[in-house]
């Protein structure tokens, strides 16, 4: 069975920092890339980050270059999202999600599997 379970999302204050974890089991986790995806209430979806699976390229969503970072560990598939400098307008749902492809794929239609969610709240 696949799955794509999501941990360390909370409540911070802004300017503060969380790490979200994203881990995998049920698939051969080396070949697919993983996004990380967030919906807040009432917005559509938006695209994150994302990281490849042949040789770790990664993306990031204008709105959060510069202060978030993502991995991958594949001895322990398992994807991270180091979120810092955390701004109220990051609130929000986070989704991990993965995509059997070595591209770099930023279009969320595109991705196979995807997990439960991490709320994640920042207050100003």
């Known amino acids: 069975e696949v799955q794509l379970v999501e941990s360390g999302g909370g409540l911070v204050q802004a300017g503060g920092s969380l790490r979200l974890s994203c881990a995998a089991s049920g698939f051969t986790f080396d070949d697919y890339g993983i996004g990380w995806f967030r919906q807040a209430p009432g917005k559509e979806r938006e695209g994150v980050s994302c990281?490849?699976?042949?040789?770790?390229?990664?993306y990031y969503a204008d709105s959060v270059k510069g202060r978030f970072t993502i991995s991958r560990d594949n001895a322990k598939n398992t994807v991270y999202l180091q979120m810092n400098s955390l701004k109220p307008e990051d609130t929000a749902v986070y989704y991990c999600?993965?995509?059997?492809?070595?591209?770099?794929?930023?279009?969320?239609?595109?991705?196979?599997?995807w997990g439960q969610g991490t709320q994640v709240t920042v207050s100003s």
């Open positions: 999600a993965a995509v059997w492809s070595t591209r770099l794929v930023v279009v969320s239609l595109e991705y196979d599997y």
């Open positions: 990281i490849s699976s042949s040789d770790g390229r990664t």
